[in-house]
């Protein structure tokens, strides 16, 4: 098939693969992030507590996605996007890696090397597939290829929790990051040994009068969010719940600002479509503040709440690739909560008082007890009666880690689904403009609530556990609701950006994914807050959000086809 009837660029498969590979190891990090923070020490864990839990995963997760401003910023001006992909690629894979290396210290620093990677690699990855895009044999097609972009995520985010699992479950925590660590490797050499492919697509476009020059957004940008971030951190009796939370959220004020002085500095050319843009990127946050609960409140509700035994049938298939998780009924179960606690402080009394007698074997065996116990105690607590085995016998279940795999699943199975319903419609001459698409997967995004209303509302928390079914049900629709929104950001952003700001404008809408992280983890702190007999108003809380952005966005539709137009897009 010659180029000019191709109905999509070579380039495409190079960061299909690239983006896959990346994404393998970001979300293989992120979907045992939660559960390695509040795991023991014992058990290889960080031993961090349900709220210190939130406060770091939203923190990080709001944090992942500010940085891209900046890379998007050096990119544009700078330093390509080949070389940026380039750099964020190894840093990534750096910070997974030191994730392998215990201690608190190594901790923190590897999440900022993953911080600043990720700002580097996310904007400019995305920002080269448009421009790939821009030629004119290819542009009627950029929506379709977002979303077979989209799907190569997602292959990577679906695959990579079952590499978890194995990899935690046989070797622990440690072994799991640096897993992640080598697939982002992995997805630089292929990146490399396919770059002549997307060469023609990396131009950087020289600033004009109304872009702030390098040396001013440093001044007036970044160093006012430094200032603004101790302010934040700083201030008495926390606004937003903790000193983290405060500073990230004061931090951003002056990116949001400098943002939106882009549609007051612009001239009258590109004033409606950054306008447009800005508008999107408001209502998107809602979005993200919802989507990614599933690594934090979802993870614990997968944990605590949901029925994960798996059929035998299913479980001679897993357990000899390691795919089950074991956990023994033990005579300890029966205790109350805090007598329960009571023996396992003993326990851990005793580890010491062993490795000082050398008995180093023995020690090793009691941690493994000890993580035992509190798995076995923290699963069966809420298991009724007739379902539990016997004393000392083993029941298998699903790893908490393969929850997280069965959103990509959906995002795998129903892109084409997603993508052939919006052409079928099209070729009725009904074609769905991509800010009408954004609306409805907000619309969409707030029905996947309604089905954890639901989830929590059918079955006793306190002592019954509610079928898989109802978080695949969830999972199902808010992928619906992804489809149609996340991968038409990134068309749109291409769409309607002026060519110069086409990276910097992509980091806007990881801005906007930045601030929706931080509000999951700030929502996801509330989920300790209610009684298992009030969970439901949790969801509740996220659908009243999505309702009220899905509202904001249709009364702007109108405004937004008209910006659409008179770019000459669909």
């Known amino acids: 098939m010659s180029e000019s009837t191709r109905k999509h660029p070579k380039g495409l498969y190079v960061l299909f693969f690239t983006e896959m590979w990346e994404r393998f190891g970001y979300y293989l990090m992120l979907g045992i ?75 923190y620093i590897s999440l900022l090397l993953i911080i600043l990677g990720n700002g580097f690699f996310k904007p400019n990855i995305s920002a080269l597939l448009d421009n ?83 040396n001013k957004i440093f001044a007036l940008v970044l160093l006012p969010v430094l200032i603004f971030g101790v302010i934040g951190w700083l201030i008495p009796d926390n606004l937003f719940g903790s000193d983290a939370n405060d500073a990230f959220l004061f931090g951003c004020i002056p990116v949001i ?19 447009a843009l800005l508008a999107i990127f408001l209502c998107v946050i809602v979005f993200w503040a919802v989507f990614h609960q599933n ?39 029966d205790l109350e909560e805090g007598s329960f606690h009571h023996f396992i402080d003993s326990l851990k009394e005793e ?6 007698q050398g008995k180093e074997t023995e020690a090793t065996a009691l941690t493994k007890e000890i993580g035992s116990r509190e798995q076995s105690y923290e699963y069966f607590k809420n298991l009724p009666a007739d379902r539990r085995p016997a004393m000392g016998s083993d029941l298998l279940l699903y790893s908490t880690k393969l929850y997280q795999s069965i959103n990509p699943f959906w995002v795998v199975i129903l892109t084409p689904v997603v993508v052939g319903f919006f052409g079928w419609m099209a070729s009725r001459g009904r074609k769905i403009s991509t800010p009408t698409k954004i609306a409805i997967g907000l ?54 950006s002026p060519p110069r ?17 931080k509000l999951s983890g700030i929502i996801s702190g509330l989920w300790e807050e209610f009684p298992n007999t009030d969970k439901y108003k949790f969801f509740l ?25 008179e770019k000459n897009i669909d």
């Open 257 to 275: 600002v400098y943002y939106g002085s882009l549609y007051f500095r612009a001239n009258e050319e590109d004033k409606r479509p950054v306008g």
């Open 33 to 107: 992030f939660s559960l390695y923070m509040i795991d023991s020490v014992e058990n290889g864990g960080m031993g961090f507590s349900g709220t210190e839990k939130s406060d770091i995963y939203g923190t990080y997760l709001g944090l992942v996605y500010l940085t891209p401003f900046i890379g998007g910023l050096l990119a544009d001006r700078v330093l390509g996007y080949r070389r940026s992909i380039v750099i964020g690629g190894l840093l990534m894979s750096a910070g997974y890696l030191g994730l392998a290396i215990p201690g608190e210290s190594v901790f």
């Open 501 to 517: 700001l086409t990276a910097l404008l992509m980091g806007g809408l990881f801005l906007s994914t930045a601030v929706g992280n």
């Open 443 to 496: 619309f969409i995004t707030g029905l996947s609530t309604l089905v954890m209303v639901g989830a929590v509302t059918a079955v006793q928390m306190d002592n019954a556990k509610a079928s898989s079914w109802w978080l695949i049900a969830s999972y199902g629709i808010i992928t619906i609701g992804e489809l149609c929104l996340s991968p038409m950001g990134l068309s749109l952003v291409s769409k309607l």
């Open 351 to 356: 580890k010491p008082v062993l490795e000082l």
């Open 295 to 333: 690594g934090d409140a979802l993870t614990v509700y997968a944990k605590e709440y949901t029925d994960r035994e798996m059929p035998k049938a299913v479980a001679k298939i897993a357990e000899p690739v390691d795919m089950v998780q074991k956990v023994t009924y033990y005579e300890t179960n």
């Open 541 to 565: 809380i996220n659908l009243g959000a999505c309702l009220a952005a899905t509202l904001a966005l249709v009364l702007l539709l109108k405004w937004l086809n008209a910006v659409m137009k």
């Open 132 to 214: 790939l895009y821009n030629q004119d044999q290819y542009k009627s097609n950029k929506d379709a290829g977002n979303n077979i972009f989209y799907m190569g995520i997602n292959i990577g985010a679906f695959v990579c929790n079952f590499v978890a699992a194995y990899m935690r479950n046989n070797f622990g925590w440690g072994w799991a990051f640096g897993a992640a660590g080598v697939g982002m490797l992995v997805g630089v050499v292929i990146f490399l040994s396919g770059t002549r492919h997307v060469k023609s697509a990396d131009v950087i476009r020289p600033a004009t009068k109304e872009d702030m020059s390098l």
